[in-house]
């Protein structure tokens, strides 16, 4: 069984509108704005914030080459599939780059600091279909080169033509910078990464597992999401370019699955109610756990203002669940509910345990671009490496929770499969 959400709730019913949030505005809103007035109801603008870096490169990129160190990291498009853009992203720096391609390290940044070391790598990027990246010889061979590196590798690119004056701004993945085509990639000083380099040359293993042995091997999602992207693991023939924003789906979801299936399952269940919290560039997350057998939902709650939800008066919410035996199609809410779903996997398989798990989050106007789901995974696994607070009773558990959230209890309950499953489940107890 799946759920899908989608409601839309009067804001008064969570805090008192402010002036921002009671104005009305035409289609026009950004141009009768320009960035100066907030009219969007978000405490920065985001359009403006993308422009400032977009001029910090643009004088680089118009010298027709660009050098710098790639983090490692590499792109690949989705708009054009099957014939897709890719390659390497490339600062204009030097040095150690690792930073801008590692989020597990970003939460004690702002979203300005993120979307600067994100909007400044370039995409330097070549047209290739994606069952034949290697008709593009050299150029795909040095994308892979950096593909495989285990640290920072230096990038020396000639471009065919002048960027285009855009930077990349994606639900799904980091933000990124202007589109370059290059006519020639040369790389230097990457050093190949073993883990990478032994699923890449096993021709006869499937992408399946060699996600499941790469994470075994201690590899993080997002080497194991680049070397997917890249058409770098599965038997051979089978070889293609994946979309990045595909690729990070695809990782969360198969390394999801096989933890609970393979251990989750198969261990006993929590025995007291817990809650984990943690809140952070204008998101508040909420991980209740109950003592009953695997089931999941995550719901989230986008404010006024935020990006999601132009409406100036309504929080809108959507969520998707599944129940013991999982899920047989894509979930609603997208690539976050994959992620989120990793992060507590995670955590019941480093304790043994199996729990009903409850994802609640909230998103507020000062959370103004889209980060990538990578914040969904970090932010989760953030909250659950604290200790939680443990209640004995479900309903002391709810009460705690909700005393957290600025929606109405009333509001979660009603979308929510797990918390309306449980409350008939009470119902019915007082009958036995």
């Not at 069984?1 to 002036?19: L, N, S």
């Amino acid at each position: 069984m799946v759920k899908r959400i989608k409601t839309k709730i009067p804001v008064e019913k969570v805090f008192k509108a402010t002036k921002e949030i009671r104005l009305k505005v035409g289609s026009s809103i950004c141009l009768a704005c320009r960035g100066a007035k907030l009219l969007c109801g978000k405490s920065s603008c985001p359009v403006m914030i993308r422009l400032a870096y977009f001029k910090k490169v643009l004088p680089i990129l118009n010298e027709g080459s660009v050098y710098g160190a790639s983090p490692p990291e590499v792109f690949v498009g989705w708009k054009t599939y099957p014939n897709v853009y890719v390659g390497p992203l490339v600062p204009p720096n030097k040095g150690d780059t690792s930073l801008m391609a590692n989020p597990s390290l970003w939460l004690d940044l702002s979203i300005s600091d993120i979307a600067e070391i994100r909007t400044s790598l370039i995409r330097e990027s070549f047209k290739v279909h994606v069952r034949k990246p290697w008709s593009k010889g050299k150029l795909y061979d040095e994308t892979l080169e950096v593909t495989l590196s285990s640290r920072p590798a230096y990038v020396d690119a000639v471009l065919e033509r002048a960027p285009k004056a855009e930077v990349l701004i994606d639900s799904e993945v980091q933000p990124m910078g202007p589109l370059a085509p290059v006519k020639s990639i040369y790389v230097t000083g990457a050093r190949g990464d073993r883990r990478l380099e032994k699923v890449f040359y096993d021709y006869d293993l499937k992408a399946s597992d060699a996600i499941r042995a790469l994470y075994a091997m201690k590899t993080s999602v997002y080497s194991i999401v680049r070397l997917m992207s890249i058409g770098g693991m599965g038997i051979i023939k089978n070889r293609k370019l994946v979309p990045t924003r595909w690729s990070i789906t695809a990782v969360d979801d198969t390394l999801s699955r096989y933890i609970i299936n393979t251990y989750v399952k198969k261990s006993p269940l929590i025995n007291e109610y817990r809650v984990y919290e943690y809140s952070k560039l204008g998101n508040k997350f909420i991980i209740l756990m109950l003592p009953h057998s695997w089931e999941y939902e995550s719901i989230e709650a986008w404010f006024p203002g935020t990006l999601w939800n132009p409406d100036s008066r309504n929080v809108a919410m959507i969520g998707d669940w599944e129940g013991y035996h999982g899920r047989t199609n894509y979930a609603s809410m997208g690539g976050c509910y994959y992620a989120a779903r990793l992060a507590v996997t995670e955590k019941l398989k480093q304790e043994g345990r199996q729990a009903a798990v409850l994802v609640l989050r909230e998103i507020y106007g000062d959370y103004i671009m889209p980060l990538g789901v990578w914040l969904v995974r970090e932010m989760t696994r953030k909250a659950l490496s604290s200790e939680p607070t443990k209640f004995g009773s479900l309903e002391e558990a709810l009460e705690y929770v909700f005393s957290k959230l600025k929606i109405p209890r009333n509001e979660w309950v009603k979308n929510s499969l797990i918390l309306s499953n449980l409350r008939k489940q009470v119902k019915i107890t007082n009958f036995l």
